[in-house]
T-cell receptor, first 116, second 116 residues
């Protein structure tokens, strides 16, 4: 079973529209971390945000905002007033801590295209 | 401040051969993780190294092995290459700050491995 599910494979929006990327995760751990990464066409994964399982406070950073809800095991990402530079593949990831390290699970990604 | 560097950037091998990929972590980081990213997929966790030992391993066969050196750099070795090993191999580094505290990983640009 997938640990991290990103049901939206591809999304296209017109510039300045808002867009929400969905992420649903599965874990039996009580302590875990969730991440969002952006992968532009150049290929390098760029870290966007980290959230631990005990902090359900939503966060806003400029045009980006994240909605973490443990009750639905979701960690959704919203881009407000999208720009062409936001075009990329976005990955949600889950990290479970083990005694000797961390296991990481990435979703399959959502490809976002912002049309000018 | 040097980020994560990987070499080579591209590599072409034939089935049955062996390959070694290299990674230097971001300055100040001591933990290295390796991922395989097939085209159109999310990164799949191969393993994680800390203090020169493999700490966690994903669902990959023993043909995939690694090493971490005292300067924290790391190598990924793949033996008996298969066509299905063609992928982008990503190295990520982070700083270990204690069990259960998953710091964000910083990724390199990856090595594109093609198997003919």
């Amino acid at each position: 079973a997938q640990k991290v599910t990103q049901a939206q494979t591809e999304i296209s929006v017109v510039e300045k529209e808002d867009v929400t990327l969905d992420c649903v995760y599965e874990t039996r751990d009580t302590t875990y971390y969730l991440f969002w990464y952006k992968q532009p066409p150049s290929g390098e994964l760029v870290f966007l945000i980290r959230r631990n399982s005990f902090d359900e406070q939503n966060e806003i950073s400029g045009r980006y905002s994240w909605n973490f809800q443990k009750s639905t095991s979701s960690f959704n990402f919203t881009i407000t007033a999208s720009q062409v530079v936001d075009s990329a593949v976005y990955f949600c990831a889950l990290s479970e801590a083990r005694d000797t390290g961390n296991q990481f699970y990435f979703g399959t990604g959502t490809s976002l295209t912002v049309i000018p | 401040d040097a980020g994560v560097t990987q070499s080579p950037t591209h590599l072409i091998k034939t089935r049955g051969q062996q390959v070694t990929l290299r990674c230097s972590p971001k300055s100040g980081h001591d933990t290295v993780s390796w991922y395989q990213q097939a085209l159109g997929q999310g990164p799949q966790f191969i393993f994680q190294y800390y203090e020169e030992e493999e700490r966690q391993r994903g669902n990959f066969p023993d043909r995939f092995s690694g090493h971490q050196f005292p300067n924290y750099s790391s190598e990924l070795n793949v033996n008996a290459l298969l066509l299905g090993d063609s992928a982008l191999y990503l190295c990520a580094s982070s700083l270990y700050v204690g069990q259960g505290n998953n710091q964000p990983q910083h990724f390199g640009d990856g090595t594109r491995l093609s198997i003919l």
